[in-house]
């Protein structure tokens, strides 16, 4: 139905790309569950998931930009849409609130009660209750990443980053093409130099510090934490790709254009992740 009706709300016709998406993620969980039994075919399952998965997000999405386009949704259907990322971004909220969480209760909670009496050396001969500690029974000697070097030059990106990505939004607002681009460009180059330097770091802990998954309680949290967060970078840097494109191709309008709204609030949200992550991973 047309968008101009605002009685209407938009169907669209029954689609396959469920099925494949389900299909993708068989091929890739079984792939997965082999590889990890040493069993031949599970590097082969694995990236026959992830090219059929790649395949529907091509199709899935490309299906929506061309209703989008062809003004096939209205404004119930714009506030489906924000409902929706809204809902999405609270879960994301709770996904990374439940591995703060294990770190309070590890650092705050059960390290401390360990060290309280003298049960922790009977059962770990010693064992030292502060933190950073890689866990009881556990003498892997490490050294604990710092808040200088380069996770503080990679908070100073993020937040660059997020000042480029509201310019840009800027220039949408005021129908600038030119410096809507050229934001959004930015923010891409200032996402894929913080996954470059965090690669660089995890080489670095790996190498130089002996920080590694092995390490116990601080080793497990912090690549948890860290870890979690560059794949959202990631997906971010991605979504903000798509967005590029699309007005590179002329797409989305000053009063219409929630799709760039979206990643918007996406990557603000990485950003708020990343300084608390900073604050307690690295700081504190």
């Not at 650092?107 to 009977?122: C, F, H, N, Q």
Request: glycine share 10%; aromatic share 18%.
């Amino acid at each position: 139905m047309a968008s101009n009706d605002p009685s209407s709300y938009y169907l669209p016709a029954p689609s396959h790309w469920p099925v494949v998406g389900s299909t993708a993620l068989f091929l890739m969980a079984l792939g997965a569950t082999l590889l990890f039994n040493d069993a031949g075919a599970g590097w082969f399952l694995l990236a026959a998931g992830l090219a059929v998965l790649i395949y529907m997000l091509f199709g899935w999405f490309g299906t929506v930009i061309r209703e989008s386009e062809g003004g096939k949704f209205n404004e119930q259907v714009d506030l489906s849409f924000r409902w929706g990322m809204g809902w999405f971004i609270f879960s994301e909220v709770m996904f990374f609130g439940a591995f703060f969480g294990a770190l309070f209760y590890m650092r705050m909670l059960s390290v401390p009660w360990l060290g309280e009496d003298d049960t922790a050396s009977l059962l770990w001969p010693n064992f030292q209750s502060g933190w950073p500690v890689a866990g009881p029974g556990l003498t892997e000697r490490f050294t604990p990443m710092h808040a200088s070097g380069i996770p503080a030059i990679n908070t100073l990106i993020l937040l660059l980053s997020g000042a480029a990505v509201t310019w840009a939004h800027w220039g949408l607002k005021m129908d600038n093409r030119k410096q809507l681009n050229v934001g959004l460009f930015l923010t891409i180059a200032l996402g894929c130099l913080f996954l470059g330097l965090q690669v660089y770091e995890y080489v670095e802990a790996y190498d130089r510090l002996n920080l590694t998954l092995a390490t116990g309680a601080y080793g497990a949290t912090f690549y948890m934490l860290t870890g979690f967060h560059g794949l959202h970078v990631t997906l971010g840097t991605i979504m903000l790709i798509v967005v590029f494109l699309r007005c590179l191709s002329g797409h989305f309008r000053p009063k219409r254009h929630f799709a760039f709204e979206a990643v918007t609030w996406y990557w603000h949200f990485v950003d708020v992740v990343w300084l608390l992550l900073f604050v307690v991973v690295y700081w504190l």
